[in-house]
């Protein structure tokens, strides 16, 4: 079946989903916890502080052999305006030397336009240091643009763009990323002031993956001899095409100025070693054992955090 028709398909059952949960009350659309958040109805300036623990990092739907377990302390502030600004450290827990793998800071904008529409636009600087073995490793730096559209509280379609910047001169990479979800409250929990969202979503990430003949080359994952084919294939790793599918359902409770967060996901990767030329298929032979190109990967992202 070919990629199209699969993102049909998926597309329609998520809608029929959430078209038969429609009486269910809704709030907003999913946010990243890792990043700062706007709504209408709070229009203050506020820090937040804490920290995501994610199993595995997963880039795309790659990943490397190596599990990578990330603890994550963040912190932010957002102005009145939506105006943002934070930044993150990223600790290995199976690394007994050097467990600090990296980190990054960002500056964005968060708006919205009526109740419905919420949008944002952000750069982020990331730092890895020379041992990381993370695939995103090979990335410097992104730009990102996003948007969602809230259609009468019962489904929620959002389109995101971006821009990677590769390192040592690579070129860089576009992705889009559309999904749709439907969020379910439920309010009063154990107060007057408390919440549990709950956002299932499916969407797709297609581009290209000059980060992934970065990541190859520099991080060792090549045998001796089989760098120099990567040439031709690189001219194929730039094609704008289906990179993986993400099912998700986010949850997060709200008490206060506390929040935690569960945020479960299983990726089905596409395209990640093409093999239609003999320069492909040479370098499919002489990539490691192991080398991270499973067709599906499930990783989760747990989180708390405190507004104040």
Do not use: W
Not at 94 to 100: A, D, E, I, V
Not at 169 to 180: E, L, V
Not at 182 to 192: M, Q, R
Request: contains cysteine; charged residues 15%.
């Amino acid at each position: 079946m070919k990629p199209i028709y699969k993102l049909i398909i998926i597309t329609v059952f998520c809608s029929s989903a959430s078209y038969s949960f429609a009486q269910t009350d809704t709030s907003g659309v999913q946010k990243d916890t890792t990043e700062s958040d706007t709504t209408q109805e709070e229009k203050k300036a506020y820090l937040k502080v804490g920290a995501n623990y994610i199993n595995n990092n997963v880039y795309f739907g790659r990943t490397d052999t190596i599990t990578s377990p990330i603890i994550s302390p963040t912190i932010s502030y957002t102005f009145k305006s939506g105006i943002y600004f934070s930044g993150s450290l990223e600790y290995i827990t199976t690394r007994k030397n050097g467990p600090l793998d990296g980190g990054n800071i960002e500056a964005g904008y968060n708006y919205s336009i009526g109740d419905n529409i919420d949008g944002g636009v952000s750069f982020t600087k990331l730092f890895f240091n020379s041992a990381s073995t993370q695939v995103s490793s090979s990335v410097s730096s992104i730009i990102n643009a996003n948007i969602d559209y809230s259609i009468a509280d019962i489904v929620t379609p959002a389109i995101n763009v971006s821009y990677s910047i590769v390192k040592n001169g690579g070129k860089g990479d576009i992705a889009f990323n559309p999904t749709i979800s439907h969020d379910f409250l439920i309010a009063s929990i154990f107060g007057d002031n408390d919440e549990i969202i709950i956002s299932p979503q499916v969407g797709l990430n297609a581009g290209s993956q000059n980060f992934y003949a970065e990541y190859l080359v520099h991080k060792g994952k090549l045998k001796k001899g089989a760098t120099i084919a990567l040439t031709n294939y690189s001219n194929s790793l730039g094609d704008f095409k289906l990179l993986d599918y993400e099912i998700t359902a986010p949850i997060e409770y709200k008490a206060g100025h506390f929040m935690f967060s569960f945020i479960p996901t299983y990726a089905f990767a596409q395209n990640s070693l093409p093999q239609s030329t003999p320069a492909e298929k040479l370098i499919t032979a002489n990539i490691e054992k192991g080398a991270p190109y499973k067709s599906s990967q499930f990783y989760f992202q747990t989180g708390i955090s405190f507004k104040f």
